[in-house]
């Protein structure tokens, strides 16, 4: 039986997320060849004329917080609590995200937040996964 | 189209009931439906189950135990409102002539899943990045905190009213009232939320008989007309929206009024959708019985607590009645049937004339809600 080690923790993001050379990941959406509709996560087909011309756009790193909260209760494998949030980039998209590095008390609505991975849980083989995440650009204060 | 009444009831006292069959859970409420019409099962000529997660067969598994075969059965899937939906496919069929008499189910046995939060779509992209309906309503509530300077001790008498209301109901689930110290105290499920600040998981089964009121005056059930049966779904959205008004009731609600030649003002009393205490907030200003932003003090001056203007949730509604997922539409119709007939005891709005149900649900990436259902109706 084979094993595969993996040096990080597999991205669950599929064509979503894309690492870089210097390690940094970049966010791909799609674009419209026919109405120039961009949508996240990337699709084949243009929900706003059923354009099949889609072409993969990588997405800003940074954006801002449009909605957060803690949770304390999810499905097996997700390592709680996490915070969920809503991140509206520049491109006029909003990304479903995990907000990492702070804690709930440490975030505000509207505040600018940036592209980074991490750790989000462990698969039904107990191994680890990780994904895009946001965190606050700037670095937050303990006692904010 | 012709006039359609509902013209019997049922339901069964939502809970956990882990040791029973779909089946099990399910024919008493259509039994009962069934008795209050007074209509012989010969005469129902078609029924539609909603059920969204019950499984294949659903209407057929529970219409076997009643020994009511043959005839046509559809299982329809469209999340919390599998069975309003289900209750608007039979109220087509009947107000558009194809059949007099129809029976419609609403059944779901949670239990089967363990406890925790609802199972969703996996190949959702949302979901599979940890999504959840407590999260989703979380977020809506944080951001509406924001807004418009909701607190959390105003977020927590939803709840507290609901549980006023499900105590004098003896098909709720949870039966006990509680205080907005206890709501806050509870075991934390996702900021803003306690356990007291989301709708129980449970069991049950709601069942309602419609006929055509040209053929209703034939049958011993009292009649309550369907003013109203609307049913639309979420609007895609590729990029922001506001989580703060649900376009999707919004949008619903104005074409059942315009449907029912009736206004918000003239809704007497309300079923809504509370899966959260948000939810209830939110939908207080989508349904149109106040403005944006002013929910909580509807709330406060007790205008939709039994007594008030437009009491909302009498029966306790999702929160404390309990939200078996696929059952919850048509127990919200069972109730506003009762109230129109005058028969919901220590509970009865008085001299209810016009009730209105709103069924929404199902978290989709990109919709506000996948489906969303309202019904009015009048004595």
């Known amino acids: 039986m084979s094993e595969t080690v993996h040096a990080e923790p597999p991205l669950i993001a599929g064509a979503a997320v894309r690492m870089e050379e210097d390690g940094r990941p970049t966010l791909i959406g799609s674009e419209c060849a026919d109405c120039a509709t961009r949508i996240f996560p990337p699709t084949a087909l243009c929900p706003e004329c059923m354009g099949e011309e889609m072409s993969p756009v990588p997405l800003g790193r940074s954006g801002r917080l449009y909605s957060y909260c803690t949770v304390h209760v999810a499905p097996r494998g997700w390592s709680v609590p996490y915070i969920a949030g809503y991140v509206d980039l520049p491109e006029g998209v909003r990304v479903f995200t995990h907000v990492v590095d702070a804690a709930e008390r440490q975030l505000s609505m509207e505040m600018e937040v940036e592209l980074t991975t991490a750790i989000l849980g462990t698969d039904g083989d107990g191994e680890a996964f990780s994904s895009y995440a946001f965190r606050p650009r700037q670095p937050v204060s303990d006692d904010a | ?379």
């Open chain 2, 1 to 379: 189209m012709r006039d359609v009444s509902v013209i019997g009831a049922g339901m069964v006292r939502f809970g956990k009931q882990p040791d029973k069959t779909l089946a099990e859970i399910a024919w008493p409420a259509v039994k009962q439906a069934i008795d209050d019409a007074g209509v012989s099962k010969p005469e129902i000529e078609a029924a539609w189950c909603g059920t969204a997660l019950g499984g294949m067969m659903s209407g057929q598994r529970i219409l076997k135990a009643v020994g009511l075969t043959g005839l046509p059965i559809v299982n329809v899937e469209n999340a919390c409102s599998s069975s309003s939906s289900a209750f608007r496919e039979a109220w087509i069929a009947v107000a558009g002539g194809l059949y007099d008499v129809a029976l419609v189910i609403g059944v779901e046995k949670l239990t089967r899943f363990g406890g925790g939060t609802l199972p969703l779509e996996r190949e959702d992209f949302e979901v599979a990045h940890g999504m959840t309906m407590p999260a989703l309503y979380g977020m809506r509530a944080k951001r509406y905190m924001h807004d418009y300077g909701l607190t959390p001790e105003q977020l927590a008498m939803v709840a507290v009213k609901a549980h006023d209301h499900g105590a004098l109901n003896e098909d709720a689930q949870y039966r006990n009232r509680i205080t907005v110290d206890e709501v806050m105290a509870a075991r934390p499920i996702a900021d803003p939320f306690t356990l007291l600040h989301c709708c129980p998981s449970g069991d049950g089964a709601a069942a309602l008989v419609i006929a055509a009121d040209s053929v209703a005056g034939r049958y011993s059930g009292k009649p309550v007309r369907v003013l109203a049966s609307e049913l639309a779904s979420g609007k895609y959205m590729t990029g922001f929206r506001d989580m703060t008004t649900p376009e999707i009731t919004v949008r619903g609600a104005k074409k059942a009024y315009e449907m029912a030649g009736v206004g918000p003002e003239d809704v007497d009393v309300a079923e809504v959708h509370d899966a959260f205490t948000i939810a209830e907030l939110l939908y207080y200003e989508a349904l149109g019985f106040c403005e944006r932003g002013d929910a909580a003090g509807l709330l406060e001056d007790g205008e939709t607590s039994l007594g008030g203007r437009i009491p909302v949730n009498p029966s306790g509604g999702l929160l404390s009645k309990g939200h078996p997922i696929g059952a919850t539409g048509a127990a919200q119709m069972v109730e506003i049937v009762r109230q129109l007939r005058g028969e919901c005891g220590g509970r009865q709005v008085e001299g209810a004339r016009v009730g209105l149900t709103h069924c929404t649900g199902g978290g989709i990436s990109g919709f506000d809600h996948g489906a969303c259902s309202i019904h009015i109706f009048r004595n």
